[in-house]
Each structure stands twice: as structure tokens, then as C-alpha cells.
Nanobody, 126 residues
Framework: QVQLTESGGDAVQAGGSLKLSCAPS??????????MAWFRQAFEKEREFVAA????????TYADSMRGRFTISRDNVKNVFYLQINNLKPEDTAVYFC?????????????????WGQGTQVYVSS
């Protein structure tokens, strides 16, 4: 089974930083031929787009509300995709999901992605 595994979620105080990681698990694949994205879902809210990177890393897209504090990157050698979050706020509390689409353009739509992880929990206290 092809899937992703996220890690790095934690309980932190407001103002802190976290770096989330995402890597293939099960039947592994090389992320350098995939568009990669982060989404998040807060309790009792719909899943929302955070940021995405097209396959080959040519285009990076952020949700407007995520610009400035959120940074995505990938290490194609380690085969890991990252999300750096700085100056965390209580409203960033959510489960963060990683997703992949083979040779994708880095869409902000969940429906574009067919490989997902189980999510990693981020909790930010005030």
C-alpha cells in the first residue's frame, strides 16, 4: 500500500516553531516525481489547504492566510517533504496532513491528490 507518514507534530506554546516531516511509507516512491502538499484540519472544521509544491519543485503555492509563517521544502535525496511553521498561534491547532500527486501541478484542491498520510497533531497553547 502506498501512503505517506507525517511526523513532528507536538504541543507547543504560542510563538514557538515546529518543523513537520512527511515521507513515503509502505510501498515507497520517490517524491521528486510527485507534487506534494500540506493540508490541515482543525476540530469540527473542514480540511483546508496550506501549501503545495509542484513536481520537480518548479512552483510553490501557499494559501493566502499561510504566507509568511509557513514554509514548505523538500529533500529529494532524503525523500522527505517538510513544513516549517514559525510564530505558532492557537488557531494553528489542527491535524496536519501530507498529500502527493504523481507529476502534479501543486494544486490547492484535495481532490487532486491520491496519496495521503494519517496526519500529525499540532496543538498550540496561548
Amino acid at each position: 500500500q502506498v501512503q505517506l507518514t507525517e511526523s513532528g507534530g507536538d504541543a507547543v506554546q504560542a510563538g514557538g516553531s515546529l518543523k513537520l516531516s512527511c515521507a513515503p511509507s509502505g510501498h515507497s516512491f520517490s517524491i521528486n516525481t510527485y507534487a506534494m502538499a500540506w493540508f490541515r484540519q482543525a476540530f469540527e472544521k473542514e480540511r483546508e489547504f496550506v501549501a503545495a509544491d509542484s513536481w520537480g519543485g518548479g512552483t510553490t503555492t501557499y494559501a493566502d492566510s499561510m504566507r509568511g509563517r509557513f514554509t514548505i521544502s523538500r529533500d529529494n535525496v532524503k525523500n522527505v517533504f517538510y513544513l516549517q511553521i514559525n510564530n505558532l498561534k492557537p488557531e494553528d491547532t489542527a491535524v496536519y496532513f501530507c498529500a502527493a500527486e504523481f507529476r502534479g501541478s501543486g494544486s490547492n484542491s484535495q481532490r487532486s491528490y491520491d496519496i495521503w498520510g494519517q496526519g500529525t497533531q499540532v496543538y498550540v497553547s496561548s
